[in-house]
């Protein structure tokens, strides 16, 4: 069982910064595909960014293209999401999720990642 745990989430500024991270257990964990999902009151949770296990291929939702960026850490066990400027309307629970498929497409839907963290809550003032 692959525990995956988030940390970061905290109370900013518009305009402001923050980074996520998320270690998981497994000594595998350099073998899944790693994603950062959101889920805002009242909406569907979803995918805004990953990072596949092989070439490191990414994937970045329209939202948060060019402002958030995700990055791992094979050695440590841990994924990053550093988000940059910041608006109100990326106030949500934040998770991190992995996918042990082992697929080397990147897959957006939430059911095609098996294991997940508990989020952490960004509220972003504005």
């Known amino acids: 069982q692959v525990q995956v745990v988030e940390s970061g989430g905290e109370l900013v500024q518009a305009g402001g910064s923050l980074r996520l991270s998320c270690a998981a257990s497994e000594r595998t964990f350099s073998r899944y595909t790693m994603g950062w999902f959101r889920q805002a009151p009242g909406k569907e949770r979803e995918l805004l960014a990953a990072?596949?296990?092989?070439?490191?291929?990414?994937y970045y939702a329209d939202s948060v293209k060019g402002r958030f960026t995700i990055s791992r850490d094979n050695p440590k066990n841990t994924v990053y999401l550093q988000m940059n400027s910041l608006k109100s309307e990326d106030t949500a629970v934040y998770y991190c999720a992995a996918d042990s498929g082992g697929s080397i497409a990147i897959h957006t839907t939430t059911r095609a990642f098996d294991y997940w963290g508990q989020g952490t809550q960004v509220t972003v003032s504005s």
């Open positions: 990072v596949s296990w092989i070439n490191s291929r990414i």
